[in-house]
């Protein structure tokens, strides 16, 4: 196919692109992300047109600048900017006008000059060192060890097991694991010392022959020149006075030495071939337990050919986190256990035992004091302080096998610690599995807040993919067989997770819910989308016949009073109280208008109103609303509600009274706000560090535009 008919073709599927985002192309409503997953597989089976797909994409984004068609940037932009990491050359003419288009997004709002300066900046280090961003990538998605770039990413899909279907479960299993199959250490190496070179040399690098030496080598060869390769790109990418002219040199002495290991002849000079971009290292969970994604974080931050045995790993956890002395386990060089005892454990303060039992002693005396053997028992791995520490490089850490005692810490080793590994955190499911998360990431941060473990280590990140439940005349096989061999599951989520950069975040808020047995204590939980509650049905008969008198007097629904705190424009609180009844209520924490405040809460009371006529008595239900961020509701006639967090039946209160809602707090500014009132003198709240540290609890869940101004 000639060039002019390849640009024609490749401008006809941008523009597509263009009329999906409208919302005029057939496809806008179902199979979304499909155009773009083709335009992007039309151009791997051809890698030499990448430079024509990023020139056409930069037009378009400059006429979409132009003409203020704002919504047309940032698909455009991502795309671009994905074609271009995994494009084997791209011309430094071609990448400056790209460099200069991202510039110009710095004059206009959030989140277009957010994206625009991060993109800036990874073209600047691109121009410099060609290969950058597709070598860093490789290296941190399939845990490649490089000094240089030492970083480590992987993606945990968490699905919720009641919405997704055994077909789709088995369908992504299986497009995972079809995934990782070609995927060795090896291969991806090998990748990024080809990619680098293509980058760097173009038209001057013979990618067959260089394919054909790598393939000849041993694996430690290849190791070697990944290395050198490696060290070269992130040195050009880290001088000041790098040049792309100087940086080419570095590799095509590389590259002539890797060469040189093959026979002359063996292989003809080809052209740019291009390097496929392999998919992250991504894991699927059924989210199961409560405790899951906790385990699997700390597995990732010591993997688990380091660990103990497996079947340990389902033991409690929260063990560990009062110890003050460091347990190993007997697949350690140094086994420590824990000893128990009833008594001082000081021999000469027990009662001697009889002569025959004695052991052989060199000194007569037996004044001198020694520790009476104990009962050992065998922690848990994930409830052992070493078994943490071992996954930490961290200079100046103890070995494991030592004893440690509660001391001040020393200023140094704590500083030195860096957030080596990136977890992917995608959630498939509904509002029932982002509750799920809210309660995770409020545990996690109320034990981060005890010890921190996985904060100085791990930068966490959040994605989420609504999945609607699966309508009953669709078949179960319908969404596995084209997409798993093609693999579109996998690169759709690679994708998103590659490129969905900007953070949306949402409040967490607290519930406190009063129960009528005064014997039942309170119970706290949190919840991140919605809140409903209705009018709990009388159980016994003496409760049913009086429900059905007061039902006849005043109306279905029971009596509440409502006190909150209204939100108005002024941000000045002000405190209302009402008097109603209700047959029940619904808390909205995300509103269903982008354009509304993402931190406030959106209550509907479903109100009766009496109405007396000539007829009779009526009544009518009436939907009170309101917004706030801080309610209390409570029942006057000691009349139970039934309470549902997040659409979760799992999560569904009974003979509840009373309850009281508000953003929940950050576990971090809630232990500092305890210490600065305990050592204040005059017991200033915002004193110390507190003003510093966020108030509320928000949890950031990417997108690939944020929101938008």
Known sequence: MESTEVESEILRRVRSLLRQLDGHHPACQCDRGMLRWTLHKKIDQNPSNSSMLVSILVKELERAERGDFRHYIIPLLHTLMYTLIKAPCISDELCGRVYDFCKKLLTLPKPFCTIGLDYAARLKMERAAPGTLYQRMVIAEQSLKSDPYPYQEKIFIFADPELLSEAICNALVTDTEAAQVAQSPRACMCYVITHAMEAALGEGCDS?????????????????????????????????????????????????????????????????????????????????????????????????????????????????????????????????????????????????????????????????????????????????????????????????????????????????????????????????????????????????TRRAFLTPRLNLQFYYIPVVAEQPSTSPSSPSKHLVTDLFLTDVIAYYARM?????????????????????????????????????????????????????????????????????????????????????????????????????????????????????????????????????????????????????????????????????????????????????LHGAEDGGLVKYLPKSLLLPINTFAGVIQ
């Open 208 to 448: 067959s022959g260089l394919k054909a030496s790598l393939q000849a080598m041993s694996l430690s060869e290849v190791e070697h020149w990944f290395q050198q390769v490696v060290a070269a790109v992130e040195s050009a990418g880290h001088e000041a006075s790098a040049d792309r002219a100087q940086h080419a040199a570095r590799l095509e002495k590389i590259h002539q030495a890797v060469l040189s290991s093959l026979q002359a002849g063996n292989a003809p000079l080809g052209g740019l071939q291009g390097t496929p971009l392999p998919n992250p290292n991504i894991s699927f969970h059924l989210w199961t337990e409560e405790e899951q994604l906790w385990k699997e974080l700390v597995l990732f931050i010591r993997p688990a050919a380091q660990s103990c045995e497996p079947e340990c790993l389902s033991q409690e956890l929260d063990a560990f986190e009062m110890q003050d002395i460091l347990c190993g386990c007997e697949c350690c060089l140094q086994p420590r256990f824990s000893v128990l005892s009833t008594d001082s454990g000081i021999e000469r303060d027990l009662p001697l035992p009889a002569e025959d039992s004695l052991p052989p002693s060199p000194e007569p005396e037996h004044s001198r004091l020694h520790r009476k053997g104990g009962m050992r028992k065998k922690p848990s791995p994930l409830e052992s302080v070493a078994f943490l520490q071992a996954g930490c490089n961290g200079a100046g850490l103890k070995p494991p096998g030592k004893l440690q005692r509660r001391a001040a810490p020393a200023p140094g080793p704590a500083a030195l610690l860096q957030r080596l590994h990136t977890a992917r955190i995608l959630l498939l499911g509904d509002d029932r599995i982002l509750g799920r998360l809210a309660r995770a990431y409020h545990s996690l941060r109320k034990r981060e």
């Open 500 to 680: 969905g950069t900007q953070p949306v975040c949402f409040q967490v808020y607290a519930v406190k819910l009063f129960f009528n047995d005064p014997a039942q204590e309170p119970a706290e939980d949190v919840f991140l989308t919605e809140l409903r509650s209705q009018v709990q049905d009388s159980t016994s008969p003496r409760e049913l016949s009086l429900t059905k008198k007061k039902t006849a007097l005043d109306g279905p629904g029971i009596d509440l009073t409502v006190t909150y705190r209204k939100v108005v424009l002024s941000d000045r609180a002000k405190e209302l109280a009402l008097a109603l009844r209700s047959t029940g209520l619904l808390m909205k924490a995300i509103p269903a208008d982008e354009a509304e405040d993402l931190l406030c809460l959106n209550v509907t009371i479903t109100e009766i109103i009496r109405i007396n006529n000539l007829s009779g008595r009526s009544f009518s239900a009436v939907a009170n609303r309101l917004r706030t961020q801080n309610i209390n509701i409570r029942s006057t006639e000691q009349r139970p509600f039934t309470v549902c967090l997040d659409k979760d039946s799992r999560r569904t209160y009974r003979n509840v009274i009373s309850l009281e809602v508000s953003p929940c707090l950050e576990p971090s500014y809630c232990l500092q706000k305890t210490r600065t009132l305990k050592l204040s």
